[in-house]
């Protein structure tokens, strides 16, 4: 019986409708830039498996520092105690992260980081006696699948069995090209006189679930410095764009103004398990220190810093910031920026983007512009059938590779997206 047959009648998978869904592929091997299947097909991974993987699958260094942490240390309470990998990792995030970051939070996952994040910023003025509560962030935003990271993310399909169990949130635009100024325009007029606004989330230069959206750091940098001068702390989502995605280690290295905490995740352990990290100034972190013990973040999980997991990330951290990587980085950079070029003129291609190792392409495929968009299914199938992984935004197709992508895995791939646009548009004269 073959992995999917087993499959089928016991597991829920994410994010999808199972009625008439296409049975799982198996995989039994990941090797580098590709997955492996039970019947020996080779995928090539070009989303990283959901954005996780930085250096490809089954890298042997991170393995040889998983394997010898397990057989040091697999997992301790973290309430009460501490170890070495837990302290290491925040020792060399501190030393990559925006200057003013003075603490680090350990947690499980993206959503849970962000929750971290928004009880953060919620009970820092509460424990200062003040009663902010209300929060601002982008609209189309996504920030995770709990409670918290719902009701700060766009209400959509997705959420809407959820939404009068949801807290308010003050959404506004996000300032992509053209609406800078009327984006920037909403948030001081929301900020204009208001005591109870406690925070500002947003993520960084590129909004990825809503469709590789992407904006420039100036607007950004200047809705930081509006929310610095009433009062009004501001949170990075960096749990797609940290870790080089953008080009450099951050999305918030290209702004002059830096947030009060930064979430991260996704790509941290090198997609090898699940971590999540909330970074905060010491500002914050000193609001929480009183006799009182009621002042404490009330905060925590079975699995937080957990040794195994932080030893992966120290790995994938030394892995990224060699020279090899960057230069790596780099390469991907420009090679997207040369595709772009090459079907900026193409009439099937609405908006081409990219930012660092992202590139983003919208298809005039009809329906708008959608998650739901009816091509979905076709584009998803297309590139599985040349044994490439892409999982479309609707009408959105994205590469995201990991960073041991070589120039011929990208011409492949570019290759396969040519094929594309020229059949859609045969399909559509």
């Given at each position: 019986m073959t992995l999917s047959e087993r499959d089928r009648s016991i597991i829920w998978h994410p994010y999808t409708q199972a009625l008439g869904a296409n049975p799982p592929i198996g995989i039994v091997r990941g090797?580098?830039?590709?997955?492996?299947?039970?019947?020996?097909?080779?995928?090539?991974?070009?989303?990283?498996?959901?954005?996780?993987?930085?250096?490809?699958?089954?890298?042997?260094?991170?393995?040889?520092?998983?394997?010898?942490?397990?057989?040091?240390?697999?997992?301790?309470i973290f309430a009460g105690f501490t170890h070495e990998p837990a302290i290491k990792l925040a020792e060399m995030l501190l030393h990559v992260l925006p200057a003013n970051m003075g603490r680090i939070f350990y947690s499980d996952n993206g959503s849970t980081a962000v929750e971290v994040g928004l009880k953060m910023g919620v009970q820092y003025w509460d424990n200062l006696g003040l009663k902010k509560t209300k929060i601002i962030a982008f609209r189309n935003g996504y920030h995770g699948?709990?409670?918290?990271?719902?009701?700060?993310?766009?209400?959509?399909?997705?959420?809407?069995?959820?939404h009068d169990m949801l807290?308010?949130?003050?959404?506004?635009?996000?300032?992509v090209s053209g609406h800078e100024h009327e984006a920037i325009r909403q948030l001081k007029e929301l900020v204009s006189g208001k005591e109870d606004i406690a925070a500002?989330?947003?993520?960084?230069?590129?909004?990825?679930?809503?469709?590789?959206?992407?904006?420039?750091?100036?607007?950004?940098d200047e809705m930081l410095r509006i929310c610095k001068a009433n009062n009004i702390l501001t949170i990075a989502d960096e749990v797609m764009t940290g870790f080089g995605r953008t080009g450099k280690l951050f999305a918030m290295d290209y702004l002059e103004?830096?947030?009060?905490?930064?979430?991260?995740?996704?790509?941290?352990?090198?997609?090898?398990?699940?971590?999540?990290?909330?970074?905060?100034?010491?500002?914050?972190?000193?609001?929480?220190?009183?006799?009182?013990?009621?002042?404490?973040?009330?905060?925590g999980h079975s699995y937080t810093a957990n040794p195994t997991a932080c030893a992966a990330a120290i790995a994938s951290?030394?892995?990224?910031?060699?020279?090899?990587?960057?230069?790596?980085?780099?390469?991907?950079?420009?090679?997207?920026?040369?595709?772009?070029?090459?079907?900026?003129?193409?009439?099937?291609?609405?908006?081409?983007?990219s930012l660092g190792t992202i590139l983003a392409i919208e298809l005039n495929i009809g329906n708008g512009t959608s998650y739901f968009n009816n091509m979905r299914d076709y584009l998803y199938g297309f590139?599985?059938?040349?044994?490439?992984?892409?999982?479309?935004?609707?009408?959105?197709?994205?590469?995201?590779?990991?960073y041991c992508v070589t120039e011929e895995q990208l011409k492949t791939t570019y290759s396969a997206i040519e094929e594309l646009l020229d059949t859609l548009a045969q399909n559509n004269s």
């Amino acid at each position: 019986m073959t992995l999917s047959e087993r499959d089928r009648s016991i597991i829920w998978h994410p994010y999808t409708q199972a009625l008439g869904a296409n049975p799982p592929i198996g995989i039994v091997r990941g090797e580098g830039t590709y997955l492996i299947a039970e019947d020996g097909r080779r995928y090539l991974d070009m989303i990283s498996s959901w954005w996780v993987n930085l250096h490809g699958h089954a890298h042997p260094y991170i393995t040889q520092k998983v394997s010898e942490q397990l057989s040091i240390l697999e997992h301790a309470i973290f309430a009460g105690f501490t170890h070495e990998p837990a302290i290491k990792l925040a020792e060399m995030l501190l030393h990559v992260l925006p200057a003013n970051m003075g603490r680090i939070f350990y947690s499980d996952n993206g959503s849970t980081a962000v929750e971290v994040g928004l009880k953060m910023g919620v009970q820092y003025w509460d424990n200062l006696g003040l009663k902010k509560t209300k929060i601002i962030a982008f609209r189309n935003g996504y920030h995770g699948d709990t409670f918290g990271a719902m009701a700060v993310g766009d209400r959509s399909v997705f959420t809407q069995a959820f939404h009068d169990m949801l807290f308010e949130v003050v959404f506004i635009d996000v300032p992509v090209s053209g609406h800078e100024h009327e984006a920037i325009r909403q948030l001081k007029e929301l900020v204009s006189g208001k005591e109870d606004i406690a925070a500002f989330i947003f993520e960084p230069l590129v909004q990825g679930t809503a469709g590789m959206i992407m904006y420039k750091a100036e607007p950004l940098d200047e809705m930081l410095r509006i929310c610095k001068a009433n009062n009004i702390l501001t949170i990075a989502d960096e749990v797609m764009t940290g870790f080089g995605r953008t080009g450099k280690l951050f999305a918030m290295d290209y702004l002059e103004n830096q947030p009060d905490i930064i979430c991260l995740s996704k790509g941290i352990t090198g997609g090898t398990m699940p971590l999540g990290v909330t970074a905060c100034t010491n500002e914050i972190y000193n609001a929480f220190l009183s006799e009182d013990r009621s002042k404490a973040l009330f905060h925590g999980h079975s699995y937080t810093a957990n040794p195994t997991a932080c030893a992966a990330a120290i790995a994938s951290m030394e892995l990224l910031l060699n020279t090899e990587c960057q230069s790596q980085l780099l390469m991907i950079d420009n090679a997207h920026k040369a595709f772009r070029e090459q079907i900026r003129e193409h009439k099937i291609v609405i908006n081409e983007r990219s930012l660092g190792t992202i590139l983003a392409i919208e298809l005039n495929i009809g329906n708008g512009t959608s998650y739901f968009n009816n091509m979905r299914d076709y584009l998803y199938g297309f590139f599985l059938d040349r044994n490439i992984l892409m999982r479309p935004l609707g009408n959105i197709i994205y590469v995201l590779p990991p960073y041991c992508v070589t120039e011929e895995q990208l011409k492949t791939t570019y290759s396969a997206i040519e094929e594309l646009l020229d059949t859609l548009a045969q399909n559509n004269s």
